[in-house]
């Protein structure tokens, strides 16, 4: 069984049917995979950059703050100890790389399933020609009004390559998100393709058809 979508212009009028292809109809994914694959989008994004320093690596504390008895405190031999201000710290985090690896069939899998559960449930508007005069948030607002989608709290507006004049009208709106279909692998088009997890946390997703033809031939082999 084929989905189709319903076509609209730039103003919200809507008329023509667009048949999917039938990888992209029937593509279904489990939770468990969902699940691995936003898990690893999410650890390859971290820098893992973050160091702390062990009581070794904090600089003096060479001598002992004071001498060994008759202070009534507790022997101390040095103010690089963890309960020391400015001390080293107990079990201190160093750099390392949190990154998973996901099999690509896998990712591609969860992508297309996402993306299929999405449209099943009307949350994709499809748009013939996505693009603005000038660099204006009020045309982003107007076009989103002309979808009502003035009021959805996280809209995903994906398009076929990165379009500045776009990208600009839309990077006031806090609760939209400016993506990229995936290019071929020939291709050396500046892209920032979406992800599995960019498609479940929106609540609406706005593709431009060009970039719907796009995600259906490199993902739709």
Same mark, same amino acid.
């Given at each position: 069984?084929? +989905? ?14 667009? &048949? ?19 898990? !690893? ?6 820098? #893992?950059? =973050? ?13 002992? %703050?004071?001498? =060994? ?7 101390? #031999?040095?103010?690089?100890? %963890? ?13 390392? @790389? ?11 899998? !969860? ?14 508007? +499809?748009?013939?020609? +996505? ?25 995903? &507006? ?24 995936? !290019?071929?692998? @020939? ?10 997890? @960019?498609? +479940?946390? !929106? ?19």
């Amino acid at each position: 069984m084929s +989905l189709s979508l319903e076509l609209f212009d730039m103003k919200g009028k809507g008329g023509a049917k667009v &048949v999917l292809s039938e990888k992209l109809s029937n593509s279904t994914v489990s939770q468990a995979l969902l699940h691995q694959v936003v898990v !690893a989008e999410e650890a390859n994004a971290r820098q #893992g950059t =973050q160091c702390a320093k062990t009581r070794s690596e904090v600089r003096g504390g060479g001598r002992k %703050p004071y001498k =060994q008895k008759k202070t009534g405190n507790a022997r101390q #031999g040095s103010i690089n100890s %963890p309960h020391y201000r400015h001390g080293g710290m107990a079990l201190a985090v160093k750099p390392r @790389d949190y990154s998973k690896k996901v099999n690509k069939k896998e990712r591609r899998a !969860a992508l297309l399933g996402a993306l299929n559960s999405k449209m099943t449930a009307g949350d994709v508007s +499809l748009v013939e020609n +996505l693009s603005f005069s000038e660099v204006k948030t009020k045309e982003a607002v107007s076009f989103l009004n002309n979808l009502k989608l003035n009021k959805v709290k996280r809209v995903l &507006v994906v398009v076929s390559e990165y379009d500045e004049t776009v990208y600009k009208c839309f990077r006031n709106l806090q609760h939209v998100e400016v993506r990229t279909a995936p !290019a071929p692998a @020939d291709s050396e088009a500046k892209t920032n393709p979406f992800s599995t997890r @960019d498609l +479940l946390v !929106a609540h609406k997703i706005v593709i431009a058809k060009d970039a719907l033809r796009l995600i259906e031939e490199v993902w739709g082999s």
